[in-house]
């Protein structure tokens, strides 16, 4: 039962990384063609663009909500291409130890980073 | 991820890896592991990588410097590319794993037609569009800029 829902969830966390990682390509990526959300400069990663787009409460939300569901979908993915291989119970349990905690870590760090750019550039 | 029920994977990672005669689908699904697998490698850097953003502009500039250069266009690209494959075909795996696009049950009456008949055109489809999606990318990343 708990693996049915972990798997809805990666599935919904799918579709939540479809819509915000197809934003954020389209804006890093498509840059020429589409030319959206780079009101400083015409370099997507200039600082000016980085700045601009830091200030809004969106980006932030959506870099948070990015940065957690493409974790829970990576490394529940990758649990699930390690576990079909037939690991024993206890490489399952220091997987799931070590991916819980190692995906937690990078999600406070990942979401602390995206506040901190929001702090900052709304004092520049 | 349901656990082994005392079947093991005895061909380890050939077992997913290797298609052999199942179908365009099925190595559709190799790649959908193996883009997976590249994008969370990346996704992991990208993390530490623009987090420089947080430490103002001088660190933001160092950060961009150390991934710049012919060698990581072509790297964003692949990333890009792997992408484009991974997000239109996780919609196909959607559709399909919630019963669209895959036909009604028929009666077994020969010559066999199996759900992959219905599929295919799905397949083929998304295959289709993440082609246009990698060509717009290719445009953008190596002859507009």
């Known amino acids: ?124 | 991820m349901l656990d082994n029920q005392g079947h093991p994977n005895r061909l380890g990672i050939w077992g997913w890896l290797g298609g052999g005669r199942w179908g365009f689908e099925r190595y559709l699904y190799t790649l959908h592991r193996l883009t997976g697998l590249g994008l969370l490698c990346y996704f992991l850097l990208h993390i530490f990588v623009t987090s420089a953003r947080a430490f103002g502009p001088e660190a933001w500039a160092a950060s961009m410097a150390r991934v710049s250069g012919p060698l990581f266009v072509v790297g964003e690209f692949l990333v890009f590319s792997a992408f484009a494959f991974h997000a239109v075909n996780g919609v196909r795996l959607v559709l399909v794993e919630l019963g669209w696009a895959i036909g009604k049950p028929i009666e077994p009456i020969y010559p066999y037609r199996t759900s992959v008949h219905e599929q295919r055109p799905l397949a083929l489809g998304v295959m289709v569009l993440a082609g246009l999606i990698v060509l717009a990318g290719g445009l953008d990343f190596f002859i507009l800029h």
């Open chain 1, 1 to 124: 039962m708990r693996d049915q829902r972990l798997w809805t969830w990666h599935v919904l966390a799918g579709l939540v990384i479809l819509v915000f990682l197809g934003l954020h390509m389209a804006i890093m990526h498509l840059d020429v063609l589409l030319g959206i959300f780079n009101p400083g400069d015409p370099h997507p990663i200039a600082w000016a663009n980085v700045v601009a787009r830091a200030k809004t409460g969106f980006f932030t939300f959506s870099y948070i909500v990015l940065l957690g569901a493409a974790l829970f979908h990576g490394l529940y993915g990758f649990r699930n291409i390690l576990f079909e291989l037939g690991p024993g119970p206890g490489v399952k349990r220091a997987a799931n130890l070590v991916l819980t905690v190692g995906g937690l870590g990078l999600f406070v760090f990942g979401a602390w980073a995206a506040w901190a750019a929001g702090t900052l550039a709304r004092t520049l």
